[in-house]
């Protein structure tokens, strides 16, 4: 494709389909949902399990070819949990699996591909029982992993801290730190005392920044015709 020809009409149906499929079918899998939350192609979103938390205004990327997955098994005594806080940006391909327990605090941001787990799943003397060694893992407000990044078990990252593309977290990185490689290690460090903008900042007013989302759409599809959407569907050409 390479341009978008849906209608802005039809974007907006889409996307109110797209908001009652949320309501109806993804929000009733968590446990605590905050408001404001935001999920592209919802139906390749796929929750399993119990204990599964997300605050406010959480953006969810998912894609048709790339799916993000919440997971929690439950264990002998109880459930793994995943709770993640406001602000989050989590892209596709995300899994995020928990036996024990996994906090993301606020305003952390998930390239694609990210793996975060706390756990093994077997142990190393014992491969035939599963939910060995198990230890919790929390990411701290402000969080960005980069591409394909994976977290093992038992790690921290402090807040604000930013983990390189590709990288394996196995031990914890501090807080304002940029981390890489394999073992990620830190390279640098970030000035904790310089502003930064924070995703939350997004959601100040959010009316304004929905109202802004959907001016956009009505700039940039506003005039494309229903038939020639019809058109570009059937018989695509060079242009769409
Ligand atoms: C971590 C990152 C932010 C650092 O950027 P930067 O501050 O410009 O870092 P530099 O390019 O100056 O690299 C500093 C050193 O770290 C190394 N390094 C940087 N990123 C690395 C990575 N992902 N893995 C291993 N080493 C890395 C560089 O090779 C360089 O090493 P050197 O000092 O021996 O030459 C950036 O490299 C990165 O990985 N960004 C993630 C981007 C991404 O995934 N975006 C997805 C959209 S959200």
Not at 120 to 127: E, P, T
Not at 215 to 230: A, C, E, H, M, T
């Amino acid at each position: 494709m390479r341009r978008n020809n849906t209608p802005y009409f039809i974007k907006r149906i889409f996307n109110a389909l797209n908001r009652f499929y949320v309501k109806r079918f993804i929000a009733p899998q968590f446990d605590r949902l905050g408001e404001g939350l935001e999920v592209a192609h919802p139906r390749s979103l796929v929750i399993f399990g119990r204990n599964i938390f997300v605050g406010n205004y959480t953006q969810i990327i998912a894609a048709p070819d790339n799916y993000i997955r919440f997971t929690t098994w439950p264990g002998k005594r109880r459930s793994g949990e995943i709770h993640i806080g406001n602000y989050c940006l989590i892209s596709p391909g995300v899994r995020i699996s928990a036996a024990q327990s996994i906090h993301i605090g606020d305003n952390c941001m998930f390239a694609a591909n990210v793996y975060i787990s706390d756990s093994d799943w077997h142990g190393i003397y014992n491969r035939i029982r599963p939910f060995r060694c198990t230890k919790p893992v929390v990411l701290e407000n402000n969080v960005w992993l980069g591409e394909s990044v994976i977290v093992s078990k038992g790690v921290t990252i402090g807040a604000n801290s930013v983990v390189g593309a590709g990288s394996v977290v196995t031990k914890d990185i501090p807080a304002n730190s940029i981390a890489a490689g394999n073992p990620a290690r830190v390279i640098k460090s970030i000035n904790p005392d310089r502003r930064m903008l924070k995703r939350e900042l997004l959601f100040k007013d959010a009316d304004h920044y929905f109202y802004n989302q959907d001016q956009l759409d009505r700039y940039v599809l506003g005039k494309n015709s229903f038939w020639n959407w019809i058109r570009s569907v059937i018989k695509p050409n060079h242009y769409d």
